[in-house]
């Protein structure tokens, strides 16, 4: 029997009973639909991430001082001698607090900010209108802010905010520039700040220490020396580890991108668990089959059918409903990623992940295929003639 | 727990020519279904031998029954045993699609054989859309298209009512006289009289054999 007649065969079989077929695939389709997406989201998520943390920069270390296990804190005055380290390009200082800013009759909680010169270009965001702090606004303590873009838009809505006066917490600040909207917000809140000379922060928040601070390296290459450095002058200065933690933003992303790795994997797991449920409906439906089909089964073996044509018969059978509900799968997960992305939510979709699960899809036909296909070929002529 | 061995056919010994038109009678339960099996080869004799063409067929794997089947005999049922899912030019290709004959080859040589039972424009039905008596030539035309030498017809007549059944046997009339070898089981005298031997089976044994007059 030639391959053409084969698929034609079962082609007609599975459209003589269209609504069995359908339910029968529809494990595979829901289990296929499941993997792909789910995946698609799992990378999305890891891509997204990637993106905006490369995009801040490899040659960062952050210092978050926790004060734990140390009743030292540390100053703005300190952190000239980390600015010495060699290979350490500069250092910028950050002291940060919620608070809620008003103009007028609009008022909205967002995040004050204490940033010297450096920290707009270090964060990766650009300006929009105005000015951005400068060593002078950092000398004189100037009450100074520059808005983030949600800041702007939910005070000021469309009127223009430069030299309006605002009130941070009760305390007047004039408006001298907005931030451009940062939107892959994969990071947080990145348009909710407001930012203000850190000299500025420091006085009105009653604070002089420091909570953070960034230490730029003149390349990424520097950043695992600069780091090591950092690290002991902290230790030397707080005389305990628990008081500070040192990150850079590679450590970060490895970490990150495992997390969302193993979750991707976890998801397509219980989603390939599913797609193995779909290949048991399959096995059921094609035992059922094989049985209805015993009549024709001895008609086919009286005409000359050999057992290896009936279980060719009955594996293409499942072969072709397993293929064409992974088929189907495949075209629904793309539509439901699409879908997706219209609520932000990113997802990437690899070939590779639609091959494999197509090719799972069609090997779980198969594999589940040959049980009840090897009994339909099985059937000894007479006893399959006289079945009624 | 004992075993009972219930012999369907016992000592039967037979000889079939070339191109002989035979009719097996019996009552139901006599062994004459097995003894179709066997020479249709649909199944083999646990004891004894059945020669076919010379070639001993009890020795036979099942693939090289199949090819038997396929080549070398034609069958014809009381129920017709058409697929109910294909219409009445495939039916009559079936046998052609287990000799890997191509598509259009296989639609050409079905049409004639349907043209020569008398169903010419009748391919594009179902066996449901058809009678009684149409199913059974659909059914004559699919066992003559491998053109084998030997068809096997049990009770065709069975199922139709007397027209048909006159028709039916007509056909197979004919066939004889084209050289077909014919086997007709029936246990109608007036059907099987019109074979050349009639062979009487009964409890597995041939009981009489006569010739027909």
Not at chain 1, 263 to 285: D, E, K, Q, R, W
Not at chain 1, 299 to 310: E, F, H
Not at chain 2, 112 to 134: C, D, F, I, M, R
């Amino acid at each position: 029997m030639d391959i053409k007649t084969i698929i034609k065969m079962s082609l007609k079989a599975i459209a003589s009973n269209k609504l069995r077929s359908f339910l029968t695939m529809l494990g595979i389709i829901i289990g296929v639909t499941s993997i792909i997406v789910l995946v698609s989201i799992g990378q999305g998520t890891t891509a997204n991430i990637t993106s905006s943390l490369q995009q801040t920069g490899s040659n960062k270390i952050i210092v978050r001082i926790t004060n734990q296990g140390s009743i030292k804190e540390l100053s703005y005055a300190d952190l000239k001698d980390y600015k010495n380290i060699e290979g350490v390009s500069y250092v910028s200082p950050t002291l940060s607090s919620s608070i809620t800013a008003a103009y007028e009759s609009n008022s909205y909680d967002a995040t004050l900010t204490g940033a010297d010169e450096n920290y707009i270009k270090i964060n990766n965001y650009t300006l929009s209108t105005g000015r951005a702090i400068t060593p002078l606004d950092m000398d004189n303590r100037n009450k100074v802010a520059i808005l983030g873009s949600d800041v702007a838009s939910e005070l000021f809505s469309h009127a223009d905010p430069i030299n309006k006066v605002i009130s941070v917490d009760g305390i007047n600040y004039t408006v001298v520039g907005v931030l451009e909207s940062k939107d892959t917000s994969s990071t947080g809140t990145s348009d909710d700040i407001i930012l203000t000379p850190f000299t500025t922060a420091q006085r009105v928040l009653k604070n002089a220490n420091i909570s953070s601070f960034t230490v730029i390296a003149d390349s990424s290459d520097d950043v695992e020396n600069v780091m090591q450095n950092v690290e002991l002058k902290l230790l030397s200065y707080f005389g305990t580890e628990d008081a500070y933690n040192v990150n850079n933003s590679q450590d970060l992303l490895d970490s990150i991108t495992e997390v969302t790795n193993t979750l991707s994997f976890a998801l397509g797991g219980i989603a390939f668990i599913s797609l193995l449920v779909g290949g048991i409906g399959i096995m059921n439906i094609m035992l059922v089959s094989a049985t209805e089909r015993t009549k024709e089964i001895g008609i086919r073996k009286a005409v000359g059918a050999k057992k290896k044509d009936i279980l060719m018969q009955f594996l293409f059978e499942s072969a072709v409903i397993s293929s064409l509900g992974g088929f189907i799968g495949i075209l629904l997960a793309y539509i439901i990623c699409a879908i997706l992305s219209k609520f932000s939510i990113s997802t990437v979709t690899s070939f590779y992940i639609v091959l494999t699960s197509f090719i799972f899809s069609l090997a779980i036909g198969i594999v589940f295929g040959i049980m009840p296909a090897n009994k339909a070929a099985k059937l000894r002529p007479v006893d399959a003639l006289r079945y009624e | 727990m004992g075993q009972n061995i219930l012999k369907a056919l016992d000592d039967v010994s037979l000889e079939i020519n070339d191109g002989e038109y035979i009719s097996i009678m019996g009552p139901s339960g006599s062994g004459k279904s097995t003894l179709m099996n066997i020479l249709g080869c649909l199944d083999i004799a646990d004891k004894g031998k059945y020669y076919l063409d010379d070639k001993e067929i009890n020795e036979y794997t099942d693939n090289q029954l199949s090819e038997i089947r396929n080549q070398k005999i034609g069958f014809v049922f009381q129920k017709f045993n058409l697929l109910p899912r294909l219409n009445a030019l495939e039916n009559v290709e079936l046998s052609l699609v287990y000799r890997k004959m191509d598509a259009k080859s296989r639609a050409k040589t079905a049409q004639e054989y349907l043209e020569k039972v008398g169903l010419k424009n009748w391919g594009a039905h179902k066996p449901n859309e058809l009678s009684g008596g149409q199913q059974q030539r659909v059914a004559i035309a699919r066992a003559l298209a491998g053109n084998p030498q030997i068809i096997l017809a049990d009770e065709p007549t069975g199922n139709l009512d007397s027209a048909s059944g006159r028709e039916i046997m007509q056909i197979l009339k004919d066939l004889n006289k084209e050289g077909k070898t014919i086997i007709l089981i029936t246990h109608d005298l007036k059907v099987a009289q019109q074979a050349d031997r009639i062979l009487y089976i009964i409890d597995g044994k041939i009981s009489q054999e006569r010739t027909a007059v």
